[in-house]
């Protein structure tokens, strides 16, 4: 395979993937919003502006395409009742997909969307999540199913709150953090390695795993830019805001999730077919610079 559209490239974790795809030496194509953006981070792509709401700007874009990736999810701003990416969109670009033979459909998941219905946790953001995973898996079309654990991007890009990193409620399990540069090498790699009719899933995890105190007190520990602290909230008062506000709503529900899924390390078979990671958080933390806020 050696054309590949990605769908949700300038995204936190689309960005990397589709850079480690350029490098890897595959003709990648990004359907965007903003063509400008696109047209900055990913001079060597080649660039289509569209949307996933339109069936005819999905057609045009997967003309001649080899393979899809798929970086979507859920915004904290979307209500249940809206159109999302990864339900009607992804609807759109599986019929695409079909009628244009598309050799494969690889797509982001999660380990943590696998809580789903445990210890009677129902939420429909991951309920969205566990469907759209069988329907790649339904479609027909080889698929490549990627299943991370937490990122080491989300301290700072989603915990961090000016000079503080806020926790909520209460690590049951650590969690095997993992870089989204070694997750963006692993999926270029897949593309190199999996035979066109040959379907698989990949659990991604780090090299280390931490309680969400622990990888804090790490990345502040390392992170020499700034002075940081923690701020803990309780998740009853999580709940309470999550009532005014549908960000707030968003954080409760993924906090929850995430402080009770027993993740266990299961990356094994990742690391010998894709290779290891190489980045710990420790090397993370090193390598960021600050914000301006």
């Known amino acids: 395979m050696k054309k590949i559209l990605v769908i949700g490239s300038t995204g936190l974790l689309g960005k990397p993937v589709t850079k480690a795809l350029i490098d890897a030496g595959f003709s990648v194509t990004v359907l965007v919003r903003d063509k400008n953006l696109a047209e900055k981070l990913f001079p060597k792509a ?30 904290q701003t979307e209500k ?8 009607e969109g992804l609807d759109l670009v599986i019929e695409v997909a079909k009628s244009l033979k598309i050799k494969r459909i690889a797509y982001i998941a999660s380990l943590v969307h696998l809580y789903q219905g445990m210890n009677n946790f129902d939420w429909w ?22 299943y991370p654990s937490a990122f080491m991007e989300s301290i700072f890009y989603q915990s961090k709150q000016g000079n503080i990193i806020a926790l909520g409620g209460k690590s049951e399990f650590p969690m095997y953090y993992v870089a989204a540069e070694d997750y ?11 035979q066109d009719s040959e379907s698989r899933d990949f659990v991604i995890q780090g090299l280390e795993a931490f309680t969400q105190k622990a990888a804090a007190k790490t990345f502040i520990q390392h992170y020499k830019k700034e002075k940081l602290r923690t701020m803990w909230a309780p998740m009853i008062v999580m709940k309470l805001m999550g009532i005014f506000s549908q960000k707030f709503d968003y954080g409760f529900h993924i906090v929850e999730a995430l402080n009770k899924y027993p993740e266990k390390f299961e990356a ?14 420790k090397d993370f933390a090193e390598s960021l610079q600050p914000t301006s806020e």
Do not use: C
């Open 46 to 75: 080649s660039i289509i502006k569209g949307d996933l709401r339109n069936k005819v700007d999905i057609e045009k874009v997967m003309q001649g395409q080899d393979a899809v990736f798929l970086s979507l999810s859920v915004k």
């Open 268 to 281: 094994q078979p990742t690391w010998d077919l894709l290779g290891k990671p190489k980045i710990t958080l």
């Open 184 to 194: 963006a090498r692993q999926v270029a790699k897949s593309f190199e390695v999996l």
């Open 80 to 87: 249940e009742n809206e159109f999302h990416t990864e339900s």
């Open 125 to 146: 953001v991951f309920r969205i999540k566990q469907e759209a995973v069988q329907k790649v898996k339904n479609s027909g079309i080889a698929y490549t199913i990627f």
